[in-house]
């Protein structure tokens, strides 16, 4: 694993049609040496993002010339890793699980402490340079059970190459368990980057079982994941590498 020294400074896109919320978060992010730019609505984002290479999108759900929903839905149906954190005066369940289940990595309700957001900016950064992509240098494939867990796009391979596709949430949750098979993981390890109130997100219960169902298309692929009462989950199986 490369030496975090080892890489450039992470850029970072703040998208925020408020003039003030948007110079507060650039400001607060200045002290972390990350390469900084900001845009005011989707079309300046977008033409941002052909222009430059982003690390990180801090995104507000509601700007005004469309949704970041449908902006997340975009980039990952073409195939962007970028880590989306967004941002919204929205506080609902519902709301959280479907921005996840687009391709945000992380959700923070407005008002928010400024320490919050650097420190889920630092933490999704860190996974990305970090992850098993990372780790396994040129090996592309998780093997799981009947499954080949594709590490670059993101998705199921089956033995027969049909392919499942995985929402960013459902990655970023069975990365973890590559990461750490045959050991039980609390919610606090599944999400850090809300490591303060994963406990209580019911969020990840949802998550968890549409992952499930994926993987359970496949005989052999039931009992992947377990859950262990009162502890958390457990990626049941062994895991190679190829």
Not at 160 to 185: G, K, W
């Amino acid at each position: 694993m490369a030496d975090a020294a080892s890489f450039p400074p992470a850029t970072v896109l703040v998208a925020d049609d408020d003039a003030d919320i948007r110079d507060l978060i650039v400001g607060q992010l200045r002290q972390e040496n990350y390469r900084l730019l900001a845009a005011a609505n989707l079309a300046d984002l977008r033409q941002t993002l052909r222009d430059e290479a982003v690390d990180l999108i801090v995104l507000d759900l509601n700007l005004p010339d469309g949704d970041g929903l449908s902006l997340c839905r975009e980039l990952r149906a073409e195939g962007s890793d970028v880590q989306i954190i967004m941002v919204t005066a929205r506080g609902s369940a519902i709301d959280r699980v479907l921005g996840l289940e687009l391709g945000a990595d992380d959700y923070l309700t407005k008002p928010f402490e400024p320490r919050e957001l650097l420190v889920r900016i630092r933490n999704l950064l860190r996974r990305a340079r970090n992850g098993p992509a990372a780790r396994t240098g040129a090996m592309r494939y998780a093997h799981i059970g009947p499954w080949r867990v594709d590490l670059v796009q993101r998705r199921l391979v089956a033995p027969d190459d049909r392919l499942v596709m995985l929402s960013s949430a459902e990655f970023r949750l069975l990365s973890r368990f590559i990461d750490e098979p045959n050991v039980v993981l609390d919610r606090e390890t599944l999400l850090p980057e809300r490591r303060a109130t994963a406990a209580f997100d019911r969020s990840i219960d949802l998550q968890i079982s549409r992952l499930r169902h994926k993987l359970s298309s496949l005989p052999g692929g039931e009992d992947l994941i377990l859950t262990v009462r009162g502890e958390g989950y457990v990626l049941a199986c062994s895991v190679d590498h190829s």
